[in-house]
């Protein structure tokens, strides 16, 4: 057993408590793999991060990522909460506000803006892949959106999303899935997940979106924000001209069915590029022992 600094983060959020929560575990080479799935699984946080030795050139920082059941090469909000420990930690320092951050999915650039006890970061998502993959027939509960909910679509970033897109928001806010229908339809699919999501125009976001992923994360069924999720339903929209917002910028809402309140930043840049960002919330800062 040895003892590694720990933070729990709470991602996307504009004030504690109503982002997508995280584990972050610093000084982790000393952990096996098996340690470290063990150690998310035990902490039931949707994803928990590790830092580990670089080993590509030009990293600043280099994180492996865990659900409670396995291993993911990329998801967003693990990505943006370990930039802001990474800076915040004195672990990486920006060079012109960017940094490189390595993990399965390659190396991302990151964008590092505001102080640096509380910085926003703006991460790189890596190229949204269509899968070809027969989806079957969807779960009954997702029939009833109502919208082009027919076109589901398999999307990769390194994660597996189904996407599907829905009537209106209120289908999507009042959506109560089948968990057992959507858990047994994403792993016969080999997916992570499905997310939901339709344009809902207010004051502070533009789409609202739910993510659920009752089979990767039997007690985490419905992720509360979900970067990666997001980033393929902004290159998806942007590939089809229909990016809510301005300029390729716009926020997403998610989180609020299930007591959250979380902000996603989006941008699609002039060469198809997916960033997503948006506020950390510390809420915890002490020692693991694992």
């Known amino acids: 057993m040895t003892a590694h600094r720990y933070l729990q983060l709470d991602v996307f959020a504009p004030r504690p408590g109503t982002g997508n929560p995280l584990g972050v575990v610093f000084d982790a080479d000393s952990l096996s ?9 035990w902490l039931n946080l949707s994803e928990t991060v590790f830092f580990v030795a670089p080993t590509a050139p030009g990293a600043d920082y280099h994180i492996r990522i865990f659900t409670p059941g396995s ?4 998801a967003g909000h693990p990505s943006v909460g370990a930039a802001w420990a990474a800076v915040t930690s004195g672990l990486a320092i920006p060079r ?3 940094l490189l951050q390595q993990c399965a999915a390659g190396l991302l ?7 640096h006890a509380a910085p926003t970061i703006h991460l790189a998502s890596p190229t949204a892949r269509r899968c070809a993959v027969d989806r079957g027939e969807l779960p009954a509960s997702l029939q009833a959106l109502g919208g082009p909910a027919q076109a589901a679509e398999l999307w990769d970033n390194g994660p597996r ?5 829905a009537c209106d928001a209120r289908a999507v806010r009042e959506l109560r899935p089948d968990m057992a229908a959507l858990r047994d339809w994403t792993n016969a699919t080999d997916a992570t997940g499905v997310a939901v999501y339709a344009p809902e125009c207010a004051d502070d976001h533009d789409l609202v979106v739910r993510a659920f992923c009752p089979g990767d994360a039997v007690n985490v069924p419905e992720d509360p924000v979900t970067g990666s999720a997001n980033a393929l339903i902004a290159s998806v929209l942007a590939q089809r001209h229909q990016l809510p917002g301005h300029d390729g910028r716009y926020i997403a809402s998610q989180g609020r069915e299930i007591g959250r309140d979380g ?4 941008h699609v840049d002039g060469g198809g590029v997916a960033w997503i960002g948006g506020q950390v919330q510390p809420v915890i800062d002490g020692t693991v022992h694992w």
């Open 71 to 74: 291993e993911l090469p990329f």
């Open 109 to 115: 650039p990151v964008r590092v803006d505001g102080p």
């Open 161 to 165: 999303w189904w996407l599907l897109a």
């Open 33 to 41: 793999p098996t340690a470290m799935q063990a150690l998310a699984a």
């Open 96 to 98: 012109d506000g960017t």
């Open 263 to 266: 902000r996603v930043h989006l």
